[in-house]
């Protein structure tokens, strides 16, 4: 019996192919409309029935949109203005909390009487989230407030903004500032008194709003590959919740002029151009390690995408929700509306020019659509070619894709942790695109030696070449290298999980399947991506438990749920990295090194490519370094220690 297809959650297309031409906006903003029209209750109340949390800032959210469509001209009619009427009327009386929510652990001021929206509309439930779903209200109240007065009464807006002043002063003064520490949320907070200042005329909420900027953001970023993030529930790197920071702090550029929202959205986007893969595909991450937003990080990522000349486009964003929030597919929920109406009324194009050149940061290297990131600390994590993506693999919680050293005594390590500083040195050359990363590692022996990785593409196909110099290692010790974990694939507009592997005329195998040995020079083929082998491959499998990710416990699991599932918290809050770095295993798909090379040094040469090659390889010691010639290319790996200044050596050649 064949096993379901387990797909990732919300890695879909592209979000700059979705069309936001001006006429398309138009069509999607009047079958939003209608939707939201034909379901109105007759109290007014335009929420999504179906929806069980969210729900405070919803039917305000959906008025929201249809001030959108007045204000663009898309709609205007009296049963438009009626429904808009009748839905705010339905929020004041109705969505509007004065009364302390039972259980709420974080209000300075206890019964202040100000107005705040919950989460969930029982008291005492889950009232932990009525903090973000008040700042969500206050987004969609100013945005009505500004774009609506055409479509509400006076006695409607003045009330409102009665409302929109308590709910700033619910945020800032009743309540902790940002509980969730969560850094989206507050920046949302910040652009809403922003706006609120700003159409109010007030300069105290402004200065505030600016205030709790630079104190509760600004002051608690983090540094990850040496660009700042703001925090989100303890870390920075976030797959979710930094495009939507992205937006945020676009809007805030906009609202207020500051230059400091453009200089952080700035360093965002940077890191996501970093991180991103050819494809757009993004892995890891503290928050959500596979879940990507829809509507919410558009209007940010298009905004940037210009400012950094990247194409932040690419990202494979969550189709689902990708105009507008819906519980009930294709009916707005109203939920994150006001990312909805800046992206309808923002005038900026997507950056659309894919690059003619292999691109280089210090953690990436992508050409055409391959690319390889790197962590922090320069070890691979993803690779990306031929649609399919490769992540890091786990050896006794070891996580990377290099050089594994295994004792006589059956202990592995992973050989991928630097000692001490990291050289890198890029190269472009005959439309190939090079990386050299050259480490200190040291082994459980408290031996130091040198590990080389270099990384070749050509569009096409990423080859990887390690080099390393065993004269220290024991005599018994075996070196393998540890390829990565084949992970998700393209399936047109979704990523499908890879569950099972074959080698050409080997037949197919499941990766939760007992130990696999492939023929010597073997090719394995997962999803759309061949990874062959210049000395052989072999696979190996974690054994049960909960712990080692491929087992016949986790098989059908995504790499976020087992994260979650082994975090120190329950779903929705912490660090679900955390569970990750619990796992103890994964599928290990390990290469041999070539029999001959250079003395005392083992040299290991792998291609991830749409189809399998022939790695005809060769190692010689050359006078700077070591000389490594493929059937694709020929490339100089200096010596470790680099030339009279220190610098790596990297020369590289076509065939």
Same mark, same amino acid.
């Given at each position: ?112 009487? +100000?107005?705040? &929206?919950?989460? =969930? @509309? #029982?008291? /005492? ?8 779903? *008040?700042?969500? !209200? +206050?987004?969609? &109240?100013?945005? =009505? @407030? #500004?774009? /609506? ?8 807006? *003045?009330?409102? !903004? ?19 520490? *969560? ?473």
């Amino acid at each position: 019996m064949t096993a379901a297809a387990v797909y990732l959650p919300s890695q879909h297309a592209s979000v700059h192919d979705l069309p936001d031409d001006h006429d398309e906006l138009r069509r999607v903003l009047d079958r939003a409309v209608s939707a939201v029209l034909a379901r109105q209750r007759p109290d007014g109340n335009l929420e999504d029935p179906a929806a069980v949390d969210d729900i405070g800032d919803m039917a305000l959210g959906v008025v929201s949109l249809l001030c959108l469509a007045w204000h663009r001209d898309d709609r205007r009619d009296s049963e438009l203005v009626d429904a808009a009427r009748r839905g705010l009327d339905f929020v004041l009386a109705e969505r509007v909390f004065r009364t302390d929510n039972p259980g709420e652990p974080f209000l300075l001021v206890r019964d202040s009487g +100000l107005p705040y &929206a919950r989460y =969930v @509309l #029982e008291a /005492g439930e889950h009232p932990f989230g009525d903090w973000p779903s *008040t700042v969500w !209200a +206050l987004l969609h &109240a100013v945005n =009505v @407030l #500004e774009f /609506g007065r055409e479509v509400i009464t006076e006695t409607q807006w *003045t009330r409102l !903004a009665e409302v929109a002043t308590g709910f700033w002063r619910w945020l800032t003064e009743a309540s902790m500032f940002n509980p969730q520490q *969560t850094a989206n949320q507050a920046i949302g907070a910040v652009v809403a008194g922003l706006t609120l200042g700003r159409l109010l005329s007030e300069k105290s909420i402004v200065d505030d709003a600016m205030f709790l900027y630079h104190s509760e953001v600004r002051a608690n970023r983090v540094v990850d590959r040496e660009l700042r993030l703001p925090v989100e529930h303890g870390a920075g790197h976030d797959q979710n919740y930094l495009p939507i920071s992205l937006t945020f702090l676009a809007r805030a550029y906009q609202v207020s002029g500051e230059q400091c929202f453009l200089d952080d959205g700035e360093e965002i986007a940077r890191h996501l151009e970093t991180r991103l893969s050819a494809r757009g595909f993004d892995y890891g991450g503290p928050r959500y390690s596979e879940q990507h937003c829809g509507c919410e990080g558009m209007h940010g990522l298009r905004f940037f995408s210009g400012r950094v000349q990247a194409e932040l486009g690419r990202y494979l964003g969550d189709r689902r929700v990708a105009y507008f929030c819906a519980s009930t597919p294709g009916v707005p929920s109203g939920h994150f509306a006001f990312a909805t109406v800046w992206f309808f009324l923002d005038g900026n194009r997507w950056y659309r020019e894919p690059a003619q050149t292999p691109v280089h940061t210090r953690y990436s290297l992508r050409h055409g659509q391959v690319s390889v990131s790197l962590t922090a600390r320069l070890t691979p994590y993803l690779i990306d070619a031929a649609g399919t993506a490769v992540i890091e693999s786990v050896v006794d919680h070891q996580h990377g894709i290099g050089p594994v050293l295994q004792y006589a005594d059956g202990r592995r390590m992973l050989l991928t942790r630097p000692l001490g500083p990291v050289r890198v040195r890029d190269a472009a050359e005959g439309g190939l695109g090079a990386k050299l990363v050259t480490k200190a590692v040291v082994t459980w022996d408290q031996v130091m030696l040198s590990a080389q990785q270099l990384y070749v593409t050509d569009g096409e196909r990423l080859f990887l070449v390690a080099v390393l110099d065993r004269a220290t290692l024991p005599v018994n010790a075996e070196l393998a290298f540890l390829a990565g974990l084949p992970y998700a694939t393209v399936e047109g507009s979704r990523q499908r999980r890879i569950r099972t592997v074959s080698e050409p005329g080997g037949g197919e195998f499941d990766l939760g399947d007992a130990w696999r040995a492939l023929s010597t020079g073997g090719t394995l083929l997962a999803g759309g991506l061949a990874l062959s082998a210049a000395a052989g491959l072999r696979v190996e499998n974690p054994p049960d438990g909960a712990a080692y990710f491929n087992s016949p416990r986790t098989a059908d699991m995504t790499q976020e749920q087992l994260s979650f599932w082994l975090g120190d918290d329950p779903r929705g809050y912490g660090d679900p990295d955390a569970g990750w770095r619990r796992v103890v295993a994964t599928n290990h798909v390990l290469a041999g090194p070539i029999a001959a090379t250079p003395h005392r040094r083992a040299v290991f040469v792998l291609c991830y490519g749409p189809e399998p090659v022939a790695l005809d390889v060769a190692a010689e010691e050359a006078p700077d370094g070591v000389r490594v010639r493929t059937p694709f290319f020929s490339a100089i790996v200096g010596h470790p220690a680099g030339d009279v200044g220190g610098e790596p050596v990297l020369r590289i050649a076509a065939s």
